[in-house]
């Protein structure tokens, strides 16, 4: 099994410009989320998912889209990129919703806005 | 904000027992306690997870007293290799939130030779 796979690696965009940010899964996870981690610092909730068609905020939203049509992915959107979204962009899901499920989490993609 | 406390940063030496202390003072009675350890360029990778008393793998032990307001990480032997940042969560998205999803700043681990 692949696990957790992000797609790409690394990408640089300038300001203004949009992009999407790839994540599957093929563990048949309900949930799946999107962190972001700057440099230094722990990493942050943007979006969750808690099944298909369904999507909730964490805890820094702004500047961020999501969709989940199916189980397997779950797709971050970035729209009017800024340098504050320069960062590395971590996917992870879970089995269920429950504490003792762990995070199973991708490599990451490093953004860069200029 | 993260439910954890965790020191920001230990040093040790190769083949030493390295003990991580995170306090979780309003654990909840369903959470467990998780363990991830993330390496540079790379997603955090679980380590161990456990409910209460002590539980052991092949990688490490978690120890965690009565109260559970605590746990202690302890890795036997350390390498080089183990250098990373070690983070604490406690719980987990619990229906009303994803406040046990927040990752702190974690632990960032120096081993020595």
């Known amino acids: 099994n692949a696990g957790v796979t992000q797609t790409p690696k690394f990408r640089i965009l300038k300001i203004g410009q949009s992009m999407t940010l790839q994540c599957t899964q093929d563990?048949?996870?309900?949930?799946m989320y999107w962190y972001r981690q700057d440099p230094g610092m722990g990493l942050k909730l943007i979006y969750y998912?808690?099944?298909?068609?369904?999507?909730d905020k964490g805890e820094v939203p702004n500047g961020y889209n999501v969709s989940r049509s199916t189980t397997e992915d779950f797709p971050l959107r970035l729209e009017l990129a800024a340098p504050s979204q320069t960062s590395v962009y971590f996917c992870?899901?879970?089995?269920?919703?429950?504490?003792?499920?762990?995070?199973?989490f991708g490599n990451g993609t490093r953004l860069t806005v200029t | 904000l993260a439910k954890t406390t965790q020191p920001i940063s230990m040093d040790s030496y190769e083949g030493q027992e390295v003990n991580i202390t995170c306090s979780h003072n309003?654990?909840?009675?369903?959470?467990?306690i998780t363990w991830y350890q993330q390496f540079p360029s790379q997603g955090p990778r679980f380590i161990i997870q456990?409910?209460?008393t002590k539980v052991t793998n092949e990688v490490a032990s978690l120890f965690i007293p009565a109260d559970r307001k605590s746990s202690t990480l302890s890795l036997p032997r350390v390498s080089l290799s183990d250098t990373a940042v070690y983070y604490c969560?406690?719980?987990?998205?619990?229906?009303?939130?994803?406040?046990?999803?927040?990752f702190g700043k974690g632990t960032h681990l120096i081993i020595q030779p």
């Open positions: 992870a899901s879970s089995y269920d919703q429950y504490s003792n499920s762990p995070l199973h």
């Open positions: 563990m048949n996870h309900n949930y």
């Open positions: 998912s808690v099944g298909a068609g369904i999507t």
């Open positions: 309003n654990i909840a009675t369903n959470d467990y």
């Open positions: 456990g409910y209460k």
């Open positions: 969560l406690v719980g987990a998205y619990s229906g009303g939130g994803a406040d046990g999803l927040t």
